[in-house]
Every structure is written in C-alpha cells, then in structure tokens.
C-alpha cells in the first residue's frame, strides 16, 4: 500500500463503528524501517490525534480500523518531522532528491520502499529522519 | 576518487547527523601544518542570524564529506572548539594567501583556495592558485586562476608553500579537470628528472 493511497482513509474504531478523524499522515521510526504511529485529524479539520501502530485492528483499502479501547497516545517522542517532501541525503552527503511517496506493508506497518523525485530506496536502507533529511546508506 | 572541492565552499554546508538534523554549519575548515590533510572545522549555528558556535568538528569524528552535507554518526561527537583550533594555530594559521614557490626556485603565484577530496579521506588534493602567468599549456584563454596538484614532497614554511616543479605540467583550470590531472599526478610514481620527459598534457 502507499501512502498516497492512505492518506485520507477514514479511521474507525471497530467496537462502535465511530469515525473519529481521517488519516493524515505517518511518523516513521526510520532506522527500524518501520511506521510507528498514524495521524489522525478530527472531524472538520480539528484537533489531531496519534494512534500507535499496535493500537492498530486492520488498515485496509477504505478505511482504517483501531481498537476501541484505544488509550489516548501520547504520540511519537520527540519533534514532529514529515516524511514526505522531506529532502534525502545519502550517509556520503549527497541529495538525493526529496520524498515523494512510502510504500508499506499495511499489516506490519514495515517501510517497504520510499519513493523520491530520483528513484526508490529500499525500506531497510533507511538511517534517520531528522529536521534536515532522512538519511539513506549507500546503495 | 572522490569529488574535488574547494575549501572555501564548504563554508555554510551544513552539517548533519545520520539521524537526519542538521545541529550546525562548517564555518571555515582547518588544516595540518604542512596542509596535506583537514584537521577538522570550526562551526556556526545554522540560519542567517547563527553566531560562531562553541564546538568543533575534528576530522576523525567525520562520518563523510559530502557535496551537500559534512556528516557525522551523532551531535555527540561535536567536541571543544580547542580539538580543532589549538592545531590550527601550530599550524601557523591559513595557507590562503601563502606564495607558492617551486623546488626549482620559481614563484608561481599564490594560493586562493584549498582543495580537498570528498568522501572519507580528509586529504588535500591541490590548490587553486592565482598564477603569474599561464600556466597551462595551450590554454587560449591564458586563465591565471589555475589548480595545482599537491604533490607528497612539498614544504610549507612561513607564508610559502613549495611544490615540485613538474607539478606545474599537471595543472587544470577548472576542477573537472583538475581530478584527472590529480590521478595522473600521482600515478606517474615519483618526480621525473629534470622534467625533461613530457607531462600528459595535450
């Protein structure tokens, strides 16, 4: 799945049916290779909340279903940075275009491939997402 | 080998953990005394309005030196501006500016600008000269700012540096074509005699 293809999903608990936002984007524990939380806007564009990966029931082509207990997360730790748009610079210190897409495996949540203006990148070669660039091994 | 680039370039490159943040910028970088390797950079804060900041970057702590980027593996391995700038001193400052003489006792111009290899090497390749004349052979355009290869026998005393003279057959006057003239310096394996044998040049 992409998450172009994601973005947008309505996020449904699965006991009540609520609908309580629709996804808005993805943190990344880049180093693990791995989606770590899903943001969700509220309804009429307010208040985001995060929902862990785990909290997760099934993320499918329609919509997104959590838990209904779902504790209230706090969110990733840390500051907040968006992975798409965001530059790529190989670990030599070349760019390497920007972010354009992430392909990930809807039900592990493991980066498959990101997507940039140059080409793709393996999920596993991925080193860090910071306020600068995410961070890619060499090829 | 790694791309060539001109040391006064690298100030403001920014510089970034593998994590992805940027937590400084390369002000000026430093050289060993004889100018043959980086020692390190001083640094300053990122953004406009940053001021010099109170931490350096020694070369070992280098993850690689990058066209866009100086990497290094964590903020940590920042260290106390005096890693960096005590050697700088024994150094006895830059070597910008510094007159460049040839063994054979001629004076062919003087240093603009370091130039340093890309990657993990750390290793100066040459220097951009403002040259007295030109030097390079054939060259129409008799453009005076030229590169000359480093050379392993050279001597940096005071305000001069001293290159073989059989350097000046492998000057280039852009960096393109400076890498190849660098590899074909040094694979000619040592000083030829007299320069009489004739250098690669077209």
Known sequence: MTFSEARGLPVVTLGEAREIGVLASLALDAAAGRITHLRVTGPRGRKETAVAWKALHAVGPDAVLVESAVPPDPGPSGPRHEVLGRRVLSEEGDERGTVQDLVFDPSTGRVEKVVTTLGEVAGDRLLGLGDHALVVRAD | ?202
């Open chain 2, 1 to 202: 080998m790694n791309e060539l680039s001109g040391a006064r370039e690298l100030s403001g490159r920014p510089v970034v953990t593998l994590g992805g943040d940027a937590v400084a910028q390369v002000r000026d970088t430093v050289f060993d005394g004889p100018a043959g390797r980086i020692t390190g950079f001083t640094l300053s804060g990122r953004g406009l309005l940053a001021g010099p900041l109170r931490k350096s970057l020694p070369w070992s702590a280098v993850h690689a030196l990058g066209r866009h980027a100086v990497m290094i593996r964590g903020v940590d391995v920042l260290a106390e501006p005096s890693a960096v700038v005590a050697r700088k001193e024994a150094a006895h400052g830059q070597v910008l500016g510094a007159r460049v003489l040839t063994d054979a006792g001629a004076e062919i111009g003087v240093v603009l600008d370091v130039v340093v290899e890309g990657g993990t090497s750390g290793r100066v390749a040459g220097f951009r000269i403002n040259a007295r004349e030109s030097l390079v052979a054939g060259s129409r355009r008799r453009r005076r700012k030229v590169f000359v290869p480093r050379g392993e026998t050279l001597a940096v005393s005071g305000r001069a540096l001293v290159v073989p003279a059989d350097a000046v057959r492998f000057v280039a006057d852009d960096l393109a074509g400076f890498a190849a003239r660098v590899e074909a310096y040094r694979a000619r394996g040592g000083a030829t005699a007299n320069g009489v044998e004739r250098g690669p040049l077209p």
